[in-house]
């Protein structure tokens, strides 16, 4: 997929096959965040589009200590009119208590021609995620990613690979932090 650059601002995917985009990603790598387990494993995205075929159910996951985390949200184009693929995610946090909407930036600065990895960031760099259809990424590949991150500005040392389990776990094969606590211990680094 063309890349669109104009000075600093880094290039994103144009047109993007939404659609092709849905499903399941496993996170091979990311910055550390605040609203994720530090020990957290087995990471992954579930992509779902609605029926208005503009909204897309996100469903991200991840394990830690044994259990389950996860949240969930929606995301939408920024600009419905533009061919960049520049989208919002929604979540409410905490999760229990639906009340405090954080939005946030999801730019897809790449992802290949068969829709089997991806390379996610933010317009402020610092957020990044690669993401692959699989629990693993063939170590060429990987270091493309890498390449293009550099190219759009990202320190790619801060990158973490994230464990994967392989086969990955089942979501409901594992006890589920339901009242959202993960969410909290996360912002003090428990």
Not at 28 to 41: L, T
Not at 104 to 128: F, H, I, N
């Amino acid at each position: 997929m063309a890349a669109k650059k104009s000075g600093s601002e880094m290039g994103v995917v144009l047109g993007l096959d939404v659609a092709r985009y849905m499903g399941r990603w496993y996170e091979i790598a990311s910055f550390p965040n605040f609203f994720q387990p530090r020990d957290g494993r087995d990471t992954r995205a579930t992509y779902e589009l609605m029926e208005d075929g503009a909204t897309v159910h996100v469903l991200n996951e991840t394990w830690s200590k044994g259990k389950r985390d996860y949240i969930e949200g929606t995301a939408y184009k920024a600009d419905p009119s533009s061919e960049e693929a520049k989208l919002k995610v929604k979540f409410y946090v905490p999760p229990f208590l639906p009340i405090i909407p954080v939005v946030g930036d999801y730019w897809v600065l790449y992802v290949d021609d068969d829709y089997q990895y991806a390379l996610v960031g933010e317009p402020r760099r610092k957020s990044l995620w690669i993401l692959c259809r699989k629990t693993h990424i063939e170590e060429e590949v990987y270091n493309q990613l890498l390449e293009k991150a550099k190219e759009e500005g990202y320190d790619v040392a801060k990158l973490h690979k994230t464990p994967q389990s392989d086969p990955p776990p089942e979501s409901d094969a594992a006890p589920t932090d339901s009242k959202g606590t993960w969410w909290f211990k996360s912002l003090f680094g428990k």
